[in-house]
């Protein structure tokens, strides 16, 4: 079966911009999530949304904002880029709820803000 | 709070060493482990799992034992090929939550 699908795979973006990232997950995944890995950061989570609501949340600004659609796929946008958002932003699905599997990520969007 | 800390890289061997890179956590309540690896320009492939005490996870020769009293889950490969050069992260998932803990990443790069 297909897997975690994001678009685009690369963006080139000016500060102060705003930008919206694609996910669709795995057919019958109803729950995706958004990270984001920086080189100095590593791998930090933005947000999880299930069944169209926003279940969990990291600690990232306002600017960082994502919704789920009645299918599942996922967007996540910026507003007002920063230098310090160009990262790498994976986002991952998984089955309903269960502890027991791990999530399937997607290959990644990678933004540059310039 | 939950944290990850693993090995810092980055490491570097001959074809069919020995491979360990290290991991340990910190969790306020029964996580579930895992090792996952990332090719260059790749997202994260989950390598194997382990989700309780004592568990082993298994995958391409790799293999990685959910230690409680350790509170460790170090990765083990008994000969490396040149194909498993990639950075491998250790993660943790509370079982009551959906948000994956990883640590910083340890770069390996398996030479002939």
């Known amino acids: 079966k297909a897997g975690v699908t994001q678009t685009p795979r690369y963006l080139i973006k000016t500060r102060g911009q705003q930008v919206t990232l694609s996910c669709s997950p795995i057919?019958?995944?109803?729950?995706v999530s958004w990270y984001q890995q920086t080189p100095g950061q590593g791998l930090q989570f933005l947000f999880e949304y299930f069944s169209e609501t926003q279940r969990n949340k990291g600690n990232f600004p306002g600017r960082f904002s994502g919704r789920q659609f009645s299918n599942s796929r996922s967007e996540m946008n910026v507003s007002t880029l920063e230098l310090g958002d160009s990262a790498l932003y994976l986002c991952a699905s998984s089955s309903l709820g269960s502890s027991n599997y791990g999530y399937t990520f997607g290959s990644g969007t990678r933004l540059t803000v310039v | 709070g939950n944290s990850v800390t693993q090995m810092e890289g980055p490491v570097t061997l001959s074809e069919e060493a020995f491979l360990t890179i290290n991991c340990t956590y910190t969790?306020?309540?029964?996580?579930?482990l895992f090792w996952y690896v990332q090719y260059p320009g790749e997202g994260l492939q989950l390598l194997l799992k382990a989700t309780k005490a004592d568990d082993k996870g298994s995958n391409k020769g790799f293999e990685a034992t959910y230690r409680k009293e350790t509170t460790s889950f170090h990765l083990e490969k008994g000969s490396v090929q040149v194909s498993d050069s990639a950075v491998y992260f250790c993660?943790?998932?509370?079982?009551?939550?959906?948000?994956?803990?990883f640590g910083t990443g340890t770069s390996l790069t398996v030479i002939p």
């Open positions: 993660a943790l998932r509370e079982n009551t939550g959906n948000q994956f803990y």
């Open positions: 969790a306020t309540g029964y996580p579930s």
């Open positions: 057919s019958g995944h109803r729950s």
